[in-house]
């Protein structure tokens, strides 16, 4: 069987689509200007996007930029949503928690458990290291995935497939995007904001698209789709993000049953298609992770993994991005060697590609964005 081409493959049988006619209108507001208590200048905006059917998508962004940003002399960015909302990024007390809703932006679609409470100012900043990215010169933006709404099959009542379709999970086009795209796709259009001097002290082609888990999957797809992003990096993504596609920790099966709203439809024979190649009855004769991966080529690649973190597969994550070296010049060289140990990175000074292993957790931390800014310095 012929293996199908990578970007045809992956649109129309695992993210899915982009609606046809999916022009927005863009239209911000600056809520809010003043200095970080983490690091260099604060500001918060609206952004609204307007769609052919005249329902608006409300996000709330938060900025930070290096006290000497101005729009004489721009700066480079970490674009990349985050998962609790941005009051939860920083205990800064002036980061506007839009959770509730109000003026600053439509309420959070969050689903309290008794394991995940709601959240709570302040309770995820290493995630973020505002403090380390503005000391070294660079800015980051972001905002909340749930504003798009519910991370849950009902997702799709809400937000950006609001402004085309309309249509429910149950009444997708079966190659219709799924959650995961609708995501990237939310990225691209902060980055059209970016362009056209939403923050004149960001330079929008310096831009980096970054994510943890099923945001790190996101960051891929929205690098993959859009060239104007500078870089893409990929922490813990896992199963439909940097990983091999084998049967260990996440899997297509598993994922499309938890979460059959971050797919599209077309995507249910592919997760079968995989149980087989798992149970030895079929070859895997469909394109994998590291051809998604080669796709960013040549820009900028960082994936990242963690020791403790085996549902998103830390050796396969590694493999995956070894194999996808090859879209880069000298990438099989710069990437050679043994799986490393834990709080080791690999960043060859040959091709724009790096890697590490921190020890731990799924999470991302301190240790995580110190590479991350590396990286970005000497190759963004």
């Not at 674009?79 to 928690?97: E, K, Q, S, W």
């Not at 302040?122 to 660079?138: A, E, K, V």
């Not at 002290?201 to 831009?207: H, L, M």
């Amino acid at each position: 069987m012929a293996v199908p081409e990578p970007l045809e493959f992956f649109t129309s049988k695992v993210y899915g689509r982009v609606p046809a006619n999916a022009g927005v209108s863009l239209d911000w507001t600056i809520l809010e200007n003043g200095p970080a208590t983490d690091g260099g200048v604060r500001r918060q905006l609206r952004l609204d996007l307007t769609g052919p059917t005249g329902a608006v998508v409300r996000l709330t962004l938060l900025v930070h930029l290096p006290d000497r940003a101005s729009a004489q002399s721009p700066v480079g960015a970490f674009c990349g949503m985050n998962f609790r909302g941005n009051h939860c990024t920083t205990a800064d007390p002036a980061v506007l928690d839009v959770s509730e809703g109000g003026e600053a932006g439509d309420r959070l679609h969050h689903r309290p458990t008794t394991d995940r409470p709601l959240p709570v100012r302040g309770d995820q900043p290493d995630r973020w290291s505002f403090d380390q990215i503005t000391d070294r010169g660079w800015a980051s933006v972001t905002w909340c995935y749930l504003q798009l709404g519910p991370d849950l099959p009902t997702h799709f009542a809400h937000g950006p497939q609001q402004l085309f379709s309309g249509h429910l999970i149950d009444e997708r086009d079966p190659d219709e995007w799924g959650a995961i795209a609708i995501w990237a796709w939310t990225m691209s259009r902060v980055l059209d904001a970016l362009a056209a001097q939403m923050v004149p002290e960001i330079d929008p082609t310096r831009v980096i698209a970054h994510g943890h888990s099923r945001l790190g999957k996101t960051a891929i797809w929205a690098g993959v789709n859009d060239p104007r992003f500078a870089a893409v990096i990929s922490n813990n993504s896992g199963c439909l993000g940097a990983t091999l596609t084998r049967d260990i920790g996440e899997t297509p099966s598993r994922l499309a049953t938890t979460f059959p709203h971050w797919v599209t439809p077309n995507h249910a024979p592919v997760a079968a298609h995989w149980d087989a190649v798992f149970a030895g009855a079929e070859e895997a004769a469909v394109p994998d992770q590291p051809d998604l991966l080669a796709l960013v080529a040549p820009r900028p690649l960082y994936v990242a993994s963690a020791s403790e973190d085996a549902w998103a597969d830390p050796e396969g994550e590694f493999a995956s991005w070894q194999r996808a070296s090859t879209a880069w010049d000298r990438g099989v060289e710069a990437t050679a060697g043994e799986f490393p140990a834990p709080d080791e990175a690999r960043a060859p000074g040959t091709a724009p590609l790096g890697y590490h292993l921190r020890r731990g957790r799924h999470d991302v931390q301190p240790f995580d964005w110190t590479h991350w800014l590396n990286f970005a310095d000497r190759w963004v």
